[in-house]
């Protein structure tokens, strides 16, 4: 199994996922969700990675389906709030 997997690969990987879980491939933004991580892993902590794309998705879940506008607001915030973190919070 290789670390790095090319896009392709994730694109096969979120399809899998939609059709076990019964969603819609258009609302799982493979980019945002990244650079999400991106920002969490060097802005706070590499742990940090999975666990905001967890809230993240907590978060877009209670927004409601179908609300890809709050779910980059929320990427967003969530951003900034990792490139101002330090160890104090």
Do not use: N, Q, Y
């Not at 899998?16 to 819609?24: G, T, V």
């Not at 060097?42 to 978060?59: D, I, K």
């Not at 607001?73 to 709030?81: G, P």
């Amino acid at each position: 199994m290789s670390e790095h997997l090319p896009p392709e690969a994730l694109e096969r990987w979120v399809a899998a996922l939609c059709e076990r879980f019964d969603l819609d491939p258009a609302d799982i933004p493979i980019g945002g969700i990244l650079d999400l991580a991106k920002d969490a892993a060097h802005g706070v902590a590499r742990p940090a990675a999975p666990l905001t794309a967890f809230v993240a998705g907590l978060v877009a879940g209670r927004a409601g389906a179908h609300a890809p506008e709050a779910t980059r607001e929320t990427f967003a915030a969530m951003s900034d709030l990792a490139a101002g973190w330090d160890e104090r919070g």
